[in-house]
């Protein structure tokens, strides 16, 4: 017998993943309320029915386009949603202003989706979508992968 081509995900791993998959509550991932700060240029802001609340800043958001286009690039990258892409560092530093949307309308009863000032709006935020990105520090905690103890 030969445990030979059998791989073992690493307890983290492990651990990571499910976090990522876990089945969430239809609570959980039903807005009760859904304010989205256009006008000051924050971001979106959501109260949960199970009492969560989350909010991201809409330069957050662009970077995190749910879109299949958005998705494959990030992933050519190595970007997690969210994740900045990185500043060219052999050019004289350009200033882009933060994106920021036009609009936004709701689609459907299950997501939300930004017209955003550069023009792109392929990408459709889905409640669910939100509540697995949320960036507070209880769910970023969560899913934090292992590092060193800091000092
Ligand atoms: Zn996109
Ligand atoms: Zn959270």
Redesign the pocket.
């Given at each position: 017998m030969t445990h030979e081509g059998i791989r073992f995900a690493s307890r983290e791993q492990q651990q990571r993943e499910s976090a990522e998959n876990r089945p969430l509550s239809r609570i959980a991932v039903t807005p009760d309320k859904v304010r989205v700060l256009l006008t000051e240029g924050k971001g979106l802001e959501i109260d949960w029915k199970d009492g969560?609340?989350?909010a991201w800043s809409f330069a957050w958001l662009r970077e995190a386009c749910p879109c299949a286009t958005c998705i494959e690039q990030r992933a050519q990258e190595g970007r997690k949603p969210g994740q900045p892409k990185p500043k060219p560092t052999n050019l004289l530093p350009m200033y882009t202003a933060p994106a920021k949307p036009k609009s936004a309308q709701a689609v459907g009863r299950y997501a939300i989706q930004f017209n955003w000032l550069d023009g792109h709006s392929g990408g459709i935020y889905s409640w669910e979508y939100l509540?697995r990105v949320?960036?507070?520090?209880?769910?970023?905690f969560e899913s934090a992968e292992p590092s060193g103890t800091p000092n």
């Open positions: 969560h609340r989350s509540r949320c960036q507070c520090g209880e769910c970023t």
